[in-house]
């Protein structure tokens, strides 16, 4: 299969059913062993200083080559792709454009991959047939998420990994099956985590300094038991077909969907507070606004761009809100417990 680029979660069936193998180039980048040269290379190339590290990490990636083309989302994601493109372009590298639709509407949606399929020489129906051969991975990691938080038998470590990979599956959906399945069945072995550790929500797109935050969480006696981006990749509300499924996916769309999407979530999962992520430079860092007046648990916001590991500064201002936090809830358990 032609090997192409995604710069972000797209309707890889349409892709799938075209001959085209997804590639998730935000995973090549944050996985490489020496990202920071990855980021030179863009800058020798003239992207500026404050631009968005995945942005840059993403065109280094592009230029290593193996890839037949590149997909850009030019809407619903970083409006910073639509120059990336050219840039691309510049470079002789062949790509090619999606726009989410400005609202999450299906008929719209409709529209937006058929479009797709016709550019990409392949048919709605076509791609609808590769949806029910994703469906078991997407289920699987379905489960390892509820396993995460309902029986507390998952790392928050794990979770995150596995939903991310659910953008490309790795690029191969029947071995990112299996080795779901046996996480899971080597999960279900464990003894749980402790009742006692706090209970975080993780908002906002994926983490430069992912593996860092997590293990320094848990060794801080605190689990995510909810990445929100994350687990949308693994598309929760698949609906009856395509444009439903991708109608569902509150990421591309209105910060107030996600809020709905966050605060159920919340509820369900039993949160303590909340870790809200930023990317420097990033247009939805100001989306931490309405976050914060939304949502009524303590929020900590981290800021991060190319400090691929956790800083002194991040790691004591996590102690001190854990810290917080803690004393908060002994607070609620006590006046739970006082005699009225």
């Not at 444009?243 to 996916?249: G, I, L, R, S, W």
């Not at 358990?333 to 005699?339: A, Y």
Request: net charge positive.
């Amino acid at each position: 299969m032609k090997k192409t680029g995604i710069t972000t979660t797209v309707p890889i069936e349409v892709l799938l059913a075209a001959g085209y193998q997804p590639v998730d180039l935000n995973n090549i980048f944050i996985s490489h062993p020496e990202p920071e040269k990855l980021l030179a290379v863009a800058e020798r190339d003239g992207f500026p200083l404050n631009c968005c590290a995945w942005i840059k990490g993403i065109y280094g990636v592009c230029l290593q080559g193996g890839l037949d083309s590149v997909l850009c989302v030019t809407s619903g994601d970083c409006s910073n792709t639509i120059m990336l493109m050219e840039v691309l372009k510049l470079k002789g590298i062949k790509t090619m454009a999606f726009a989410y639709p400005e609202q999450p509407d299906s008929r719209r949606m409709s529209s937006a991959l058929k479009r797709l399929a016709g550019d990409l020489g392949t048919t709605l129906e076509a791609a609808e047939g590769l949806r029910d051969e994703l469906q078991p991975a997407r289920n699987a990691v379905l489960e390892l998420d509820r396993l995460t938080w309902q029986e507390g038998l998952v790392s928050d470590w794990e979770n995150h990994i596995s939903l991310v990979s659910a953008s490309d599956f790795n690029q191969d959906n029947r071995r990112y099956l299996a080795g779901t399945e046996a996480l899971i069945e080597e999960c279900r072995r464990r003894q749980p985590y402790r009742d006692d550790m706090l209970r975080l929500a993780y908002i906002g797109v994926p983490p430069v300094f992912g593996r860092q935050l997590y293990g320094f969480l848990e060794s801080n006696k605190a689990r995510v038991v909810f990445n929100e981006v994350q687990r949308q990749f693994a598309m929760p509300r698949p609906g009856r077909n395509l444009p439903e499924q991708y109608t569902n996916y509150t990421y591309p769309y209105s910060i107030h969907g996600r809020l709905r999407d966050i605060r159920a979530e919340i509820k369900r999962r039993r949160i303590d507070a909340v870790v809200h992520y930023v990317q420097a430079f990033c247009h939805r860092a100001i989306g931490d606004i309405i976050l914060r007046r939304g949502l009524n648990l303590p929020v900590l916001t981290l800021e991060g761009n190319s400090d691929f590991g956790l800083s002194q500064q991040n790691r004591t201002r996590l102690e001190a809100f854990l810290d917080i936090v803690t004393l908060k809830r002994q607070g609620r358990r006590t006046l739970v417990r006082s005699p009225v």
